[in-house]
């Protein structure tokens, strides 16, 4: 009986902490979502206001004209189209940024020898404008697509690639000492402890890119 009677108490606690758990993550979501609606009522009242109050509609359109030209826009199948196509380049070129800038980056953060050997070489490549290299983008690739790409992968390159180099310098050294005291391989030590700890930086820099990345496709 007085095990039955633990195990109903372990259980009932367990149960209770799980329940705190989903409370406290409905209430995180309903004060992010509560406050981003009231941020986004506060706008919609202010634009109105000033519009109104401006009363040029080239100078500050009117809340209700930006509303009614939205829902145009989404009626239009070409605007879907162009959306689609700037869509396939925003994640081709993150996607090949990530697949350069993530081993790089690993590499650098892991290694001193990487470190010092690749540093000046990637340093003197972010200090050229981005728009730099749409002349030679253009002439590698033609027009069309490509030359986005091109930009989009370059700028994801370095915010991966920095991230991650973050995130691997971050790594506490016991991690290394356990993975080495446990008979790991340098490059089980890479594969068990570096690849994994650093995943927080390539999330990092991914969402980093992706925002930068509408700027270039723009």
Known sequence: MT???????KSGGTQGKRRGHRAEAVRSWL?????????????????????HWVDDSFKFPMIEDILGKMGYALGDMYVWRSLAITMRRVTVGVFWGAVIGFPIGAAMGFSKLAMYTLAPFINSLRQIPTMSWVP?????????????????????????????????????????NAARSMGASGWGTVTDVVFPS?????????????????????
């Open 3 to 9: 095990q039955q009677k633990n195990g109903l108490v």
């Open 31 to 51: 004060a992010y979502y509560g406050n981003l609606a009231i941020s986004l009522t506060c706008i919609i009242v202010v634009w109105y206001l000033a519009a």
């Open 136 to 176: 030679l983008a253009v002439v590698w690739f033609g027009l069309g697509g490509g030359p986005t790409i091109f930009i989009i992968a370059f700028q994801a390159t370095f915010n991966v690639l920095l991230a991650t180099v973050g995130a691997v310098q971050e790594i506490s050294p016991d991690y290394y």
């Open 198 to 218: 650093s995943m927080a930086g390539l999330v990092t820099g991914l969402r980093v890119s992706i925002g930068s990345a509408w700027g270039a496709v723009v």
